[in-house]
């Protein structure tokens, strides 16, 4: 199998001058590597394409492969997930993972919270401040939970998101949207137990990988899983594979909100209990970070007994069984 592999880059956009926080979500060369080595093990013949616009350029010349595997997460918009599924649609390429209308709607995420309400998944109340001003209006109790709407690695997740009033959520409403240019989104926060799901496969294949449980450290200050923390995950955070039954429903609800919002291939869903110990979605990843030991996907896939290559090769045979691609063209990879 032929595999264009499309990916940000994290040094090259700071080459160009962005920021720490800009490219937090982009990859480091050493994921980057480790996936294409992936890849290769499981019979695949990979060439880096690099970012969107060299998939367009490539795209344009008449080049194609047998399948596209993106990990790209896109530089502006809310939908810029979307773009390169959106460009291999125009283009008629085969790509794995989610569809435009996915990747747009997951990253927003009062959207995504919308759809997966509406199939029952229980999800808490928020509300979207699109000005400081609205939080005047907001008819939720306190304590809130304000983050920028559209942002993944826990971006603007911090100790002074959690909130008491609303002169504290006007202030941190103020303070996301000039950071982020981009609405806030509130919503009361959780004092339950924090879960991450990883799921793998498509339709009634799809299925629970493993429910992996996240704790801070006692002596870690904020009750936030935070860009900082999420960083400096080694020293400051504990993950532990859960399976009693408070987990084993937070791994229903997650496979539940990942049909809800039609992901395809894989995806990682963000679970938070809410004080009677019922896991409420928080949001969903079809574009999970894939570092084999610094991202969460990989590491519940190892506890649950899956090497690296497994869940890698299990992504591109999900994508090539939903393409009707010749599934002999990968080697199979033993769990």
Not at 64 to 90: K, Y
Request: net charge negative.
């Amino acid at each position: 199998m032929r595999i264009g592999f499309v990916y940000d880059a994290r040094d090259e956009y700071l080459a160009l001058g962005y920021s720490e926080l800009e490219v937090a979500e982009f990859d480091t060369a050493s994921t980057i590597e480790e996936i294409e080595a992936a890849m290769r093990r499981c019979g695949a013949s990979v060439e880096r394409v690099g970012r969107g616009q060299a998939l367009a350029r490539r795209l344009a010349a008449g080049d194609r492969w047998d399948l596209v595997f993106s990990i790209a997460e896109g530089v502006h918009g809310r939908a810029r997930e979307a773009q390169v599924p959106a460009l291999c649609e125009m283009f008629d390429q085969a790509y794995a993972f989610s569809d435009p209308l996915t990747m747009a709607a997951t990253l927003d995420k009062a959207v995504a919270k919308r759809l997966v309400r509406d199939q029952g998944v229980p999800t808490a109340d928020f509300a979207l401040l699109r000005r400081p001003g609205d939080a005047q209006s907001v008819g939720l109790a306190f304590p809130l939970f304000v983050k920028p709407v559209a942002e993944g690695t826990g971006k603007g997740c911090e100790a002074a998101s959690i909130v008491y009033d609303r002169a504290e959520l006007e202030e941190a409403a103020a303070r996301l949207i000039g950071r982020f240019t981009q609405p806030a989104i509130a919503e009361p926060f959780l004092p339950g137990r924090e879960f991450t799901v990883g799921i793998i496969g498509n339709e009634a294949q799809a299925e629970v990988i493993g429910v992996l449980e996240i704790t801070l450290r006692p002596e870690v200050e904020d009750r936030v899983y935070s860009f900082d923390n999420k960083e400096e995950c080694e020293s400051r955070v504990i993950y532990s594979l859960a399976n009693d039954p408070e987990a084993q429903l937070a791994g229903r609800l997650a496979l539940d909100a990942y049909h809800a919002l039609d992901c395809r291939d894989a995806a990682r869903v963000d679970m938070r209990s809410d004080a009677a110990g019922v896991p409420q979605f928080l949001e969903v990843n079809p574009i999970a970070g894939l570092h084999p030991v610094h991202s969460d996907l990989p590491m519940l896939s190892e506890m649950a007994g899956h090497s690296y290559d497994w869940l890698i090769g299990g992504i591109l045979d999900a994508a090539a069984g939903r393409l009707g691609l010749d599934r002999a063209m990968l080697i199979s990879v033993a769990a």
